[in-house]
């Protein structure tokens, strides 16, 4: 298989800095200030072999931003703790917590519109993948 690992997942924001302060209060990241290769300061973190970034939209050469068809799942250890600090920062609860059989999961909105998932997982799903 040509393809190893998946290194980074990327939001385009209009106000990336905002949406990473978002996160780090909903989730408990620590983004940090990126700047590299003629690129607009952004803000990425490392959550286990993932980089997770968040750019302003010209970094990628587009104008529109947040909405669109990608969902991020978390994994946490605590689906209740996690929902009732999004419910705090009034992130829109899009799917209520349900079991897809793996484990917990429940579906909100973030400030830009983006959709994530928090996952309490009943077991750790581990590589290859079907």
């Given amino acids: 298989m040509p393809v190893k690992s998946i290194c980074g997942t990327i939001l385009m924001s209009g106000d990336p800095q905002a949406l990473a302060r978002f996160y780090a209060e909903a989730l408990g990241l620590a983004f940090e200030r990126e700047e590299h290769a003629g690129l607009a300061p952004h ?13 302003p ?22 689906l209740a703790e996690c929902q009732a600090r999004l419910a705090r920062l009034g992130a829109p609860c899009i799917q209520p917590p349900h079991d897809e059989g793996f484990g917990m999961v429940a ?24």
């Fill in 43 to 55: 803000w990425g973190v490392d959550i286990g072999h993932v980089h997770f970034g968040i750019h």
């Fill in 57 to 78: 939209r010209e970094n990628f050469k587009r104008s529109a931003a947040g909405q669109s068809s990608v969902v991020l799942a978390f994994d946490v250890t605590s």
């Fill in 107 to 130: 579906s909100f909105g973030d400030p830009e519109g983006n959709l994530f998932e928090i996952v309490e997982l009943t077991y750790q799903f581990e590589g290859g993948g079907a």
